[in-house]
């Protein structure tokens, strides 16, 4: 089993929509986790994190927390063409391990 | 505030050879992480340094190592290089078992 799970996509929404981007984990140790965003070519930059259950949000995106079901998710409202990237789930139980990241495309 | 500085962007190595790779922490963090991206991968996470010491490392072999410095700066060795250890090296830093912020990483290509 993966430390970190995402679904590679890729994910396909119009403009304007609500794009949602799961993530699970197998360590229930785990306690912070995050949300990075990955253009073709570039690093990953932070958008999110979370280490409380419940929801998180900061303008047009929501991080929401699980733990009892190893669950992490982020929503974008309003999806633009400048949110398609890759999005990398990232969680701390020691070190920090990423998930595969998924691919989203906004169209417009 | 400066960012996370890494060092070369680009390295060019024959097989067989050595690559160093080099990475500069943001200001007043000690914690820094090193990571593999492939091409069309996702990363792959190499070592951990805190404080000095290395705290953990991925599944690859011995022949990636590195080490931090006393103003937690840190670099990467890798020996003996083979081809499918080109990619591009991430170097991320934080101030504890939070954040990471990455560089802009070094591309290296091994021919």
């Known amino acids: 089993q993966k430390e970190v799970e995402q679904n590679s996509g890729p994910l396909s929404v119009p403009e304007g929509a609500i794009a949602s981007l799961n993530c699970t984990y197998s360590d229930r140790g785990s306690q912070s986790f995050f949300w990075y965003r990955q253009y073709s070519g570039k690093s990953p930059e932070l958008i999110m994190f979370?280490?409380?259950?419940g929801d998180k949000e900061d303008g047009r995106f929501t991080a929401q927390l699980n733990k009892a079901s190893q669950y992490v998710s982020l929503l974008i409202r309003d999806s633009q063409p400048s949110d398609s990237a890759t999005y990398l789930c990232a969680v701390i139980k020691n070190d920090m391990r990423f998930g595969a990241g998924t691919r989203l495309t906004v169209k417009p | 505030e400066a960012g996370v500085t890494q060092s070369p962007t680009h390295l060019i190595k024959t097989r067989g050879q050595q690559a160093t790779l080099r990475c500069s922490p943001i200001s007043g963090h000690t914690s820094v992480y090193w990571y593999q991206q492939a091409l069309g991968l996702g990363l792959q996470f190499l070592l951990w340094?805190?404080?000095?010491?290395?705290?953990n490392r991925g599944n690859f072999p011995p022949r990636f190592s590195g080490r931090q410095f006393p103003n937690y700066s840190s670099e990467l060795n890798v020996n003996a290089l083979e081809l499918e250890d080109s990619a591009l090296y991430l170097c991320?830093?934080?101030?504890?078992?939070?954040?990471?912020?990455f560089g802009q990483g070094t591309r290296l290509t091994v021919v």
């Open positions: 979370i280490y409380s259950n």
């Open positions: 991320a830093s934080s101030p504890g078992p939070s954040e990471a912020f």
């Open positions: 340094y805190d404080e000095g010491e290395e705290r």
